[in-house]
């Protein structure tokens, strides 16, 4: 998570990270979540505009990823519900071209909430991937949180999904109870999704390159 500085109004602050590839940002006021798909140095450039469309302030962060998964520890939380809420899977091809997933709810809750989840995999036989959230664990707003409210955010890893042949698979999605399906086309070059009910469970973008 990216903090814009004091004084970046969030209607005039544009995010890049440089190198792009395999990255993707998701921004909400002065904040941004970035994900980088590769191990690499990477520089998060946050850039503020004028009404005059031009450049008035810049700061940026350097950032190095090594090849492992951060696990936050999570002190002090509620586990709240998904109802009436609903989830925005962005699928990035991962450095050995298998897929992660950047999972995003609609809602804002307290602190720097993540989703109770899991993924099971199948890929090499007919099972394909199946995603179940269950909850959120949401920071209680008390102390360093300040009151502050974003959506939830998780990684999810599928990690065989670079190595099955090309062919159609289930995909699923289970939310509130309600299970979506799906299906994910693999080529030698990408990834596709069939994914026709958006009432709970968002696929964007829809078809990706492997790397």
């Known amino acids: 998570m990216a903090t814009a500085p004091q004084g970046f109004s969030s209607a005039t602050v544009h995010w890049t990270v440089n190198p792009s590839t395999a990255t993707h940002i998701t921004s909400i006021n002065e904040q941004a ?117 974003n959506p939830a955010v998780s990684y999810l890893f599928a990690t065989q999904a670079g190595k099955i042949p090309a062919g159609n698979y289930p995909f699923s999605v289970t939310i509130n109870n309600s299970t979506y399906q799906g299906s994910l086309s693999v080529t030698a070059t990408d990834y596709s999704f069939t994914w026709n009910d958006e009432s709970e469970v968002i696929i964007s973008p829809k078809k990706i390159k492997k790397n």
């Open 33 to 149: 979540m970035v994900l980088i798909a590769s191990p690499g140095t990477y520089q998060v450039v946050v850039s503020n505009f004028g009404a005059d469309s031009i450049v008035h302030d810049s700061s940026y962060a350097t950032i190095t990823v090594i090849d492992s998964v951060y696990s936050p520890v999570i002190n002090n939380f509620d586990t709240l519900s998904l109802a009436g809420d609903r989830v925005t899977l962005t699928p990035t091809a991962a450095s050995d071209s298998g897929i992660l997933f950047l999972a995003q709810s609609g809602k804002s809750y307290d602190c720097f909430p993540s989703f109770i989840y899991s993924l099971e995999e199948g890929l090499n036989g007919a099972g394909g991937i199946s995603i179940h959230f269950y909850s959120i664990v949401s920071g209680n707003a008390t102390g360093n949180c300040n009151g502050s409210k």
